[in-house]
Each structure stands twice: as structure tokens, then as C-alpha cells.
T-cell receptor, first 115, second 111 residues
């Protein structure tokens, strides 16, 4: 998984509780991304980061916030989880802008269930 | 119109045959193109990328890019049951700093 870990790998939580997912990379990539994947929708971008403390919204950012205090860590927070946020969440790193390499690599994923 | 379109399948091919997976994209400014393989319950795995018009071969895989027609394809030669997975097409458009994914084509290689 290209030096990317995600934690936890599985989580069950109740509606209304806060949840934080962690992505950790050892590749020193500047760009990091959070996606969710749902049947029929494919991979959808939630938020991404282009450097420490630099983040931007993706297409499905409502209900999610992110933080990046170190190059290696990118956190995704659901402030008040809802059942519609039940999904599989993937972190990804890359592209390596300025290096001529545009490949993106994914972490192992976190399966989140909101009951 | 979706930005990146793929036939959802399933595409069924017999073992040993050539599997052909197709993807079309809408943004003519798209620069880089990627194919990911995803097994059920696993994360997407990058298997091919192509930046220039033409063909790129890597083992049993060939990626083909035609920017004029705005399509990219993936050929898998000598298909094996282990190739059974969902294949995601992704496109990088330079202005957005992000990839856009198709919804994937499910491939089934039958014995």
C-alpha cells in the first residue's frame, strides 16, 4: 500500500457521535486525499490537502472536516456521524506535482458503519 | 454527462482470452490517465498509467490512449481467473490537482 496506513480499519459508531479517521504516510508526499466509496457512486473526493495546514474541499465535503498538522498525517473528522456516512473511506497520496509523476496510491481503507 | 464514463459490466471473458475495458472522458484538457484494479473488499491498486497518445505495454496489460477521440482503454491478454476484479479508470486534469474516477467495470474471467 505504498507506505500508507489507515486507522481504525473498521469502526461501528452511533448516530450523532464524532468520529476521526487517521491516515499516515511514510512517503513524504505533499498531496493527500480522502475519498469515500459507495455502491453505484464509485470513488468520490471528500477533502484533500496540498501541504501542512493547507486543505481544500472535494465534491462531497458536507459533514466532514480535515486537518493536517504534519506532512505524514491527514485526519478526517465526522463531527456528528449520520447513517448516510456509512461507507468505506480511502486515503490516497500523490500526485507528485513538480516531479512529472501523477500517480496516486491508496491506503487499505476504513469501513465505517453508523447505526 | 459524467466526466469519466465506464460500462459497469459485468464483462465476462473465458480464461485465456483478451479482455478489453474502455473509458471515455469529457475534458479535452485531461493530461494523465490511470487504470486501477480493485478486488472485492480491497483498496484500488494502480496497474497502468499513460500520458501520451498511443499504446503502453506492461506484461499482459496494454493501455491505449486516443486523445482526439477522448478514450482510453485497457487490454488484458491471456486473462486469468485472478484478473476478476473491478477496473477503475481515472483521469487527471491539470487545473484541479485531483483525479476523477469512473465508477468501474466489473470483469469476470471464467474457467
Amino acid at each position: 500500500d505504498a507506505g500508507i496506513t489507515q486507522s481504525p480499519r473498521h469502526k461501528v459508531t452511533e448516530t450523532g457521535t464524532p468520529v476521526t479517521l487517521r491516515c499516515h504516510q511514510t512517503e513524504n508526499h505533499r498531496y493527500m486525499y480522502w475519498y469515500r466509496q459507495d455502491p453505484g457512486h464509485g470513488l468520490r473526493l471528500i477533502h484533500y490537502s496540498y501541504g501542512v495546514k493547507d486543505t481544500d474541499k472535494g465534491e462531497v465535503s458536507d459533514g466532514y472536516s480535515v486537518s493536517r498538522s504534519k506532512t505524514e498525517d491527514f485526519l478526517l473528522t465526522l463531527e456528528s456521524a449520520t447513517s448516510s456516512q456509512t461507507s468505506v473511506y480511502f486515503c490516497a497520496i500523490g500526485p507528485g506535482f513538480g516531479t512529472g509523476k501523477y500517480e496516486q496510491y491508496f491506503g487499505p481503507g476504513t469501513r465505517l458503519t453508523v447505526t | 454527462q459524467k466526466e469519466v464514463e465506464q460500462n459497469s459490466g459485468p464483462l465476462s471473458v473465458p480464461e485465456g482470452a483478451i479482455a478489453s475495458l474502455n473509458c471515455t472522458y469529457s475534458d479535452r484538457g485531461s493530461q494523465s490517465f490511470f487504470w486501477y484494479r480493485q478486488y472485492s473488499g480491497k483498496s484500488p491498486e494502480l496497474i497502468m498509467f499513460i500520458y501520451s497518445n498511443g499504446d503502453k505495454e506492461d506484461g499482459r496489460f496494454t493501455a491505449q490512449l486516443n486523445k482526439a477521440s477522448q478514450y482510453v482503454s485497457l487490454l488484458i491478454r491471456d486473462s486469468q481467473p485472478s484478473d476478476s476484479a473491478t477496473y477503475l479508470c481515472a483521469v487527471f486534469t491539470g487545473g484541479g490537482n485531483k483525479l476523477t474516477f469512473g465508477t468501474g467495470t466489473q470483469l469476470k474471467v471464467e474457467l
